[in-house]
């Protein structure tokens, strides 16, 4: 049985530093979380002009997994944990912040130079408590080691984490899901069939859809109901959409800045580690 809509949720212009905005469908007010997805960030296409470099300082995070998705557009990444890396279209970046770790992102030479179109995605992937403390980790995930899945007719689906249709993403995580960037071109339609105890949705970063009758537009995210395993969407124009499902974390959520924790009575800790210095610096 086809599961029904419970919510369509539209997205929220927020500046993110100064002079950069994104759009932001998760969280907002009585919406917290999607399974394990607790952020999720727009941005783009938009056109970058030469000389207006991308830069984003050095900051922390803990307790959860940043996660980019880059749609178009080139940028860059280093951290404390001395990786440098440059994420060109197509590619992913999935971070493990754990215990602590400092990064900055930032646009490549070359979009610096010579200008470009940059669209990408950013989303929040909580940790279970188990692991909200394990040391910090970087996956660089080139777009070609993506398993790009031919689901239907004009519809491909590129499988960033989890298991799906005998292939396997190669984000390595921490509770159960399945994460990726759906294609699909006008007229087409595609059905996923996910376990009844996943969460599930996607948000619609390019283009119009119908879902159950409603017709979905460029950055909404849809949630639907709980206790059924299957979902359709049917492009009405070309479309770039992402695949957001898994496990619920059952488990306090504290989102107090860059920081995840499950009390109140830990962020006092994580402030003194950052005070400290032991989520390193930028290098």
């Given at each position: 049985m086809q599961a029904p809509i419970k919510a369509i949720y539209n997205s929220k212009r927020e500046e993110v530093v100064p002079g950069t905005f994104i759009?932001?469908?998760?969280?907002?007010?009585?919406?917290?979380?999607?399974?394990?997805?607790?952020?999720?960030?727009?941005?783009?296409?938009?056109?970058?002009?030469?000389?207006?470099?991308?830069?984003?300082?050095?900051?922390?995070?803990?307790g959860f997994s940043p996660v980019s998705i880059v749609l178009d557009g080139y940028l860059a990444h280093r951290d404390s944990m001395g990786n440098y890396a440059?994420?060109?279209?197509?590619d992913v970046q999935w971070l493990t912040a754990g215990k602590g770790m400092?990064?900055?992102?930032?646009?490549q030479k070359r979009m610096d130079e010579q200008g470009g179109t940059i669209h990408f995605v950013q989303l929040w992937v909580n940790l279970p408590k188990a692991f909200k403390k394990i040391a910090p980790t970087y996956q660089y995930i080139p777009a070609d080691s993506i398993p790009n899945l031919d689901l239907a007719e004009g519809v491909q689906f590129r499988l960033?984490?989890?298991?799906?249709?005998?292939?396997?993403?190669?984000?390595?995580?921490?509770?159960?899901?399945?994460?990726?960037?759906?294609?699909?071109?006008?007229g087409s339609t595609v059905s996923f069939t996910l376990p009844e105890t996943y969460d599930?949705?996607?948000?619609?970063?390019?283009g119009t859809v119908e879902v159950v009758d409603k017709t979905i537009e460029k950055e909404q995210l849809v949630v639907f109901e709980n206790g059924f395993s299957t979902f359709t969407i049917t492009a009405k124009t070309d479309t770039d959409i992402i695949i957001l499902t898994g496990e619920p974390i059952?488990?306090?959520?504290?989102?107090?800045?860059?920081?995840?924790?499950?009390?109140l009575q830990e962020i006092p800790e994580v402030l003194a580690d950052y005070d400290a210095g032991k989520m390193g610096e930028v290098r």
């Open positions: 759009e932001r469908p998760i969280p907002q007010m009585g919406f917290k979380k999607l399974g394990p997805f607790i952020l999720l960030d727009h941005l783009g296409p938009e056109p970058i002009l030469p000389g207006n470099p991308i830069n984003i300082p050095p900051h922390p995070h803990v440059e994420i060109n279209p197509g400092m990064h900055e992102e930032l646009s960033i984490a989890g298991k799906y249709e005998g292939a396997e993403g190669p984000a390595k995580t921490y509770s159960d899901m399945v994460l990726g960037h759906l294609k699909m071109q006008t599930k949705g996607f948000f619609l970063a390019e059952n488990e306090p959520l504290i989102i107090y800045g860059p920081f995840v924790v499950n009390s």
